[in-house]
């Protein structure tokens, strides 16, 4: 319970000037005489004059008298805060509130996810507490113009939950591709979304080798985008999808890269395909996308740019 402050203000002058005449009332003229002595043209006084220690003393006992106040202001300003209307909300109401933001903001190019948290949590110290022990905020990982340390923040605050993670190759990000894909490999057996858009042959070549003995259970969206000059072949080819990547995966985008050989054949339960093979690549086998194709009778959006005609047969 806080107790009525008063007038602290006369009070605290009051003392003060007591104080000021108690410290100089101690001074006999013997010491003022030497202390007066000891001034140089420069004005320094030696460390053990009391007009040196009498401020100090002087500052403590202030510090003293001012830190109960304190702490009455800070405990007022946190009762002024339960009046706000939002800070009324139920934590699990507001949680919904900051997915429903997160979700919001997790495909806007211009926007950081993990900055944005970082904004949350300086609102106040009930708001820091909940978003920092709130898992499923911090499954999207999707940085911009974060540094790598956030998003490995965000990959061991996320706990178990399943993550979606999306990167894009941009002139803000301070990370590059090898070290974003580095920190999310022990953490591959969350992924629900992953959506890539890399500019490099070495790039992808990574991801090929960082995925390339991951089981990925849990995989719902595929994306995955490679923009490079020239002949991309033998290189653009997705090593790492195989056996259980198929179970849970509904909606596979392919740009400028492919699926080995019989890997359009194995897919099922799509709701959406989109597949755009490089110029130089390869035709897609037609009899593999149509078994692909009826595989997947709850497709909904299907989009297939082929430099060549189909091939294979059907």
Known sequence: ELKPVG?????????????IDSVIETLTQEQADETYKDIDLELNLPWNSPFVTGPLILRDQLQQRLSPLEKQLAN???????????????????????????????????????????????????????????PCLWNRIFPVYSALKHVTVALVRSKASPLSVQF????????????????????????????????????????????????????ETLRISLNVGGSVETS?????????????LQNLHLHGVRLPPGGYGELRGLS???????????????????RALSNSPNLENLCIKSPTELGGGA
């Open 7 to 19: 007038e602290p203000a006369p009070r605290i002058l009051e003392w003060t000037e007591k104080t």
């Open 76 to 134: 007022l300003r946190r009762q002024q805060n339960t009046l706000i209307p939002i800070a009324r909300l139920l934590p699990e109401l507001l949680i919904d509130i900051f997915e429903f933001a997160m979700d919001a903001v997790h495909w806007l190019e211009r926007d950081d996810v993990n900055l944005v948290l970082m904004v949350l949590m300086r609102i106040s110290r009930d708001w820091t507490g909940l978003v920092f022990n709130t």
């Open 272 to 290: 959406s395909l989109q597949l755009t093979p490089g110029a130089d690549q390869m035709m897609l086998n037609a009899a593999e996308i149509l």
């Open 236 to 248: 653009s080819e997705i090593s790492f999808f195989k056996g259980p990547w198929h179970d849970a």
């Open 168 to 219: 894009l190759t941009n002139r803000f990000s301070h990370i590059k591709p090898r070290q974003f894909l580095g920190a999310i490999k022990s953490h591959a057996d969350r992924l629900k979304v992953l959506v890539l858009d890399l500019n490099s042959l070495e790039s992808f070549e990574a991801l090929n080798s960082l995925f390339a003995k991951v089981f990925q259970p849990r995989l």
